[in-house]
């Protein structure tokens, strides 16, 4: 089966000047559907360079990048564009949501750009995290973990083959970080998900497929 995220050699420069950092040192991943893979590192490593070339945010320097067999690397900004909008889903550390929304309307955001053909229902997603009692509060009447549950419903209902998570339990006490990676880990296996999570939070690790540890750009097994 072709896997959800395939990363070939990717090399991701940044210059300042006459100073050269490598974010990204020839880092290979391959993530298959259904599985979720934890990348932990301490700050400063390239793990959000990482999730920003796999979701098509940012260009490499070199390598390839491809998401469900569709190449980013030598797409056009609109094709990135249409790619991340049909097979991409993000999560981010504090929900991201929309002051002025509902939960449900929080949702059905990514539907408003069009180009979904087979969407998830909003109020069944809503169920599926645990929110569907609250389907009409809007972001300030909830507490951190049921923004992040509202945000990774967002992030599925467009049916994404990848699904890319940035520091998901940074505003969660222990308790909530582990509901709410215990989600992401279900939603994955259930839904054939490739899933990415870039976190310091060792905790959650045991939730995880496999997990793999960011240095100075360059990615290994953690432990290795």
């Known amino acids: 089966m072709t896997p959800a995220l395939d990363v070939l050699d990717v090399t991701l420069v940044h210059r300042d000047g006459d100073d050269v950092v490598h974010a ?5 991943l391959r993530v298959e559907r259904g599985e979720m893979v934890a990348v932990i590192g301490p700050s400063g490593s390239g793990k959000s360079s990482l999730l920003a070339v796999a979701g098509a945010l940012v260009q490499p ?9 569709q190449e980013l690397t030598a797409a056009t900004a609109r094709t990135r564009s ?4 049909e097979r991409i889903g993000f999560v981010f550390q504090s929900g991201n949501l929309v002051p002025a929304l509902t939960c449900v309307d929080q949702v059905r955001l990514p539907l408003t750009f069009g180009g979904v053909a087979d969407p998830r229902d909003p109020v069944e ?11 009409h509060r809007r972001p300030h009447q909830l507490s951190g973990g049921e923004r992040q549950r509202v945000g990774i419903a967002r992030a599925l209902v467009g049916r994404p083959t990848l699904l890319l998570v940035d520091e ?7 308790q909530r970080s582990q509901e709410v990676v215990a989600l992401l880990q279900r939603e994955a296996h259930d839904n054939g998900v490739g899933t990415v999570m870039v976190t310091h939070d060792r905790d959650v690790l045991h939730h995880c497929d496999r997990v793999l540890e960011m240095v100075d750009g360059r990615l290994t097994p953690a432990g290795a």
């Open 24 to 28: 990204l040192d020839h880092v290979s």
């Open 61 to 69: 320097d070199s390598g390839v990048v491809r998401v469900d067999d």
């Open 82 to 85: 249409r790619i991340r909008r």
């Open 125 to 135: 997603l809503l169920r599926e995290v645990g929110m569907e009692q609250k389907a």
């Open 168 to 174: 998901p339990t940074a505003a969660l006490d222990r």
